[in-house]
């Protein structure tokens, strides 16, 4: 049961490139989410899948796209690297219809863009 | 929307001491409060959680208080050791509604223990 995987661990990117990070989870969670972590600002919701087929905007989702391919997987896509865009990125699911149900997380990629 | 202060930022403690986290949150709804800890090159792991109808848990050596009429809730890590050194995120959300689970998260609270 390895929970939430995010591929891959690390990247680099100049300005302008595009790139897919890819996250699946094994818990037939129905809820999933993408959040990125910046020093000293937490972690903060990018945008989020409540079921397969349905994704909405989170906290700060300009400049990124996303795709619930199906229940087991959730992508973010930058189709335009910008230097603001260096980041480490979560992703994460959740049990829904149990409603204190935590967050699982995934240990991350870590994006520089130069 | 919700907002959550964390303080202090660092904390640094000796092998058996204390320690103590503070969380503020600005929307009276949020009725669902867990703490993480997050590890070097890790992702955030859930330690311990508090529901709004109650005051107080504990879990071996930790704790969390919550008080909902000033909207604060506390961390509480008694006799510490070196292996609880970590980033520590408190985090808030109204898990009724439309949330859909989405928290608001704390700026993150990084703990050091000295052996």
């Known amino acids: 049961n390895a929970g939430v995987t995010q591929t891959p661990k690390f990247q680099v990117l100049k300005t302008g490139q595009s790139m897919t990070l890819q996250c699946a989870q094994d818990?037939?969670?129905?809820?999933m989410y993408w959040y990125r972590q910046d020093p000293g600002m937490g972690l903060r919701l990018i945008y989020y899948?409540?079921?397969?087929?349905?994704?909405d905007k989170g906290e700060v989702p300009n400049g990124y796209n996303v795709s619930r391919l199906n229940k087991r997987e959730f992508s973010l896509r930058l189709e335009s690297a910008a230097p603001s865009q260096t980041s480490v990125y979560f992703c994460?699911?959740?049990?829904?219809?149990?409603?204190?149900?935590?967050?699982?997380f995934g240990n991350g990629t870590r994006l520089t863009v130069t | 929307g919700e907002n959550v202060e964390q303080h202090p930022s660092t904390l640094s403690v000796q092998e058996g001491d204390s320690a103590v986290i503070k969380c503020t949150y600005s929307?009276?709804?949020?009725?669902?409060f867990p703490w993480y800890k997050q590890e070097l090159g890790k992702g955030p792991q859930l330690i311990i959680d508090?529901?709004?109808?109650?005051g107080e848990k504990k879990d071996q050596r930790i704790a969390v208080t919550l008080n909902k009429t000033a909207k604060h809730f506390s961390l509480h890590i008694t006799e510490t050791q070196p292996e609880d050194s970590a980033v520590y995120f408190c985090?808030?959300?109204?898990?009724?509604?439309?949330?859909?689970?989405?928290?608001?998260f704390g700026q993150g609270t990084i703990l050091t223990v000295h052996p």
């Open positions: 994460a699911s959740r049990k829904d219809r149990v409603e204190y149900s935590p967050l699982h």
């Open positions: 899948s409540a079921s397969e087929g349905t994704t």
């Open positions: 929307d009276s709804a949020s009725n669902y």
């Open positions: 985090a808030a959300r109204n898990a009724g509604g439309t949330s859909y689970g989405k928290l608001t």
């Open positions: 818990m037939n969670h129905n809820s």
């Open positions: 508090i529901r709004s109808n109650v």
